[in-house]
């Protein structure tokens, strides 16, 4: 009886030596300097990237805007290196011909034959009626000055002796066609201008794209009424005078009268302050009965309670 104590002390050890030998797992210690550090760098190398990042793209802006200005320079040349010729297509000027002694030999008995035979030299959507002739007229000769750009619009320009009421009057047209290798297009129809002269110069203006139309009445009205003044400015000034209402002035010295500017073909596109407006407006060659329909578009900027034209085009 007395061994049982000391068996207990026994078994007592055993398990005390036996919880010593096991060896409790070692507890992860977090170091936080290092973590911070990784953080950081970590946060150095993004931003770094995306320096990086901008900068490429402001150098790929850069190379592009310099292709453009260069695009822009190289067709520049190629139209000055083309104005005053025909060497487009030698049959430019035999098209543009039978074109303009179509178009200018009217009889208003033969009204609609009229239209059958102009129709198929004009784009799809440049439609013609017998109500743009109202006047007997014949072409007597036509001689082309030579073809250059406006707008990247192919145009060529014809001297033309027109036999109205058995009198006959001297003008100048400018023709904007189109071309794809040997098919042609006439894309607007003829307006009176000034003559180029012998290095064939380009002129700047060009048309804007179609926008939306402007829903203030009163700023349409305005508008209007400026397009009406600017008009009749237009065809009875000296380019001199037009450089007051015009950045590239340009004026046909009473070469034609107005005779009238259509509302209902009027549009006004763009803003209040930059409004475009496109419209068709009847002439008369100064002197004679030839009647003429042009269209007009002008790119203007509200100056006080009027208008400044910045871009000027006829089709």
Same mark, same amino acid.
Request: net charge positive; with cysteine.
């Given at each position: 009886? !007395?061994?049982? $104590?000391?068996?207990?002390?026994?078994?007592?050890?055993?398990?005390?030596?036996?919880?010593?030998?096991?060896?409790?797992?070692?507890?992860?210690?977090?170091?936080?300097?290092?973590? !911070?550090?990784?953080?950081?760098?970590?946060?150095?190398?993004? +931003?770094?990237?995306?320096? *990086?990042?901008?900068?490429? #793209?402001?150098?790929? +802006?850069?190379?592009?805007?310099?292709?453009?200005?260069?695009?822009?320079?190289?067709?520049?040349?190629?139209?000055?290196?083309?104005?005053?010729? #025909?060497?487009?297509? $030698?049959?430019?000027?035999?098209?543009?011909?039978?074109?303009?002694?179509?178009?200018?030999?009217?009889?208003?008995?033969?009204?609609?034959?009229?239209?059958?035979?102009?129709?198929?030299?004009?784009?799809?959507?440049?439609?013609?009626?017998?109500? *743009?002739?109202?006047?007997?007229?014949?072409?007597?000769?036509?001689?082309?000055?030579?073809?250059?750009?406006?707008?990247?619009?192919?145009?060529?320009?014809?001297?033309?002796?027109?036999?109205?009421?058995?009198?006959?009057?001297?003008?100048?047209?400018?023709? $904007?066609?189109?071309?794809?290798?040997?098919?042609?297009?006439?894309?607007?129809?003829?307006?009176?201008?000034?003559?180029?002269?012998?290095?064939?110069?380009?002129?700047?203006? !060009?048309?804007?794209?179609? %926008?939306?139309?402007?829903?203030?009445?009163?700023?349409?009205?305005?508008?209007?009424?400026?397009?009406?003044?600017?008009?009749?400015?237009?065809?009875?000034?000296?380019?001199?005078?037009?450089?007051? *209402?015009?950045?590239?002035?340009?004026?046909?010295? %009473?070469?034609?009268?107005?005779?009238?500017?259509?509302?209902?073909?009027?549009?006004?596109? %763009?803003?209040?302050?930059?409004?475009?407006? #496109?419209?068709?407006? #009847?002439?008369? +060659?100064?002197?004679?009965?030839?009647?003429?329909?042009?269209?007009?578009?002008?790119?203007?900027?509200?100056?006080?309670?009027?208008?400044?034209?910045?871009?000027?085009?006829?089709?």
């Amino acid at each position: 009886m !007395r061994g049982l $104590p000391k068996l207990k002390t026994n078994f007592e050890y055993k398990m005390r030596k036996k919880i010593k030998s096991e060896k409790l797992p070692k507890s992860h210690i977090v170091d936080l300097r290092r973590v !911070r550090l990784v953080f950081f760098i970590g946060l150095i190398v993004v +931003i770094a990237y995306c320096v *990086l990042l901008v900068f490429r #793209t402001g150098s790929v +802006i850069k190379q592009n805007h310099t292709l453009k200005e260069q695009v822009v320079k190289l067709n520049t040349k190629l139209d000055k290196s083309s104005a005053g010729t #025909t060497s487009y297509n $030698p049959i430019v000027g035999q098209y543009l011909g039978a074109f303009i002694t179509n178009y200018y030999t009217f009889s208003t008995d033969k009204s609609s034959e009229w239209v059958k035979s102009v129709q198929p030299y004009l784009a799809k959507d440049l439609l013609v009626t017998n109500s *743009l002739n109202t006047t007997n007229s014949k072409l007597v000769k036509a001689k082309m000055n030579g073809v250059f750009t406006v707008d990247s619009v192919r145009t060529a320009q014809f001297e033309i002796t027109l036999s109205v009421n058995d009198k006959q009057s001297d003008l100048v047209v400018n023709v $904007p066609y189109a071309q794809d290798n040997d098919k042609l297009t006439v894309v607007g129809l003829p307006y009176v201008a000034n003559a180029i002269d012998s290095v064939g110069q380009v002129a700047s203006s !060009r048309f804007s794209k179609i %926008g939306k139309q402007v829903n203030d009445s009163e700023v349409r009205e305005r508008v209007q009424k400026f397009t009406k003044q600017f008009a009749q400015k237009y065809v009875s000034s000296s380019t001199k005078d037009m450089s007051l *209402l015009m950045s590239n002035p340009v004026g046909l010295n %009473g070469a034609v009268d107005l005779v009238s500017l259509d509302d209902s073909s009027m549009r006004v596109t %763009g803003s209040e302050s930059n409004p475009v407006v #496109t419209a068709q407006m #009847t002439v008369q +060659i100064h002197d004679t009965d030839i009647k003429q329909v042009q269209t007009i578009r002008l790119e203007l900027k509200k100056q006080s309670a009027t208008y400044f034209v910045t871009k000027f085009l006829q089709a």
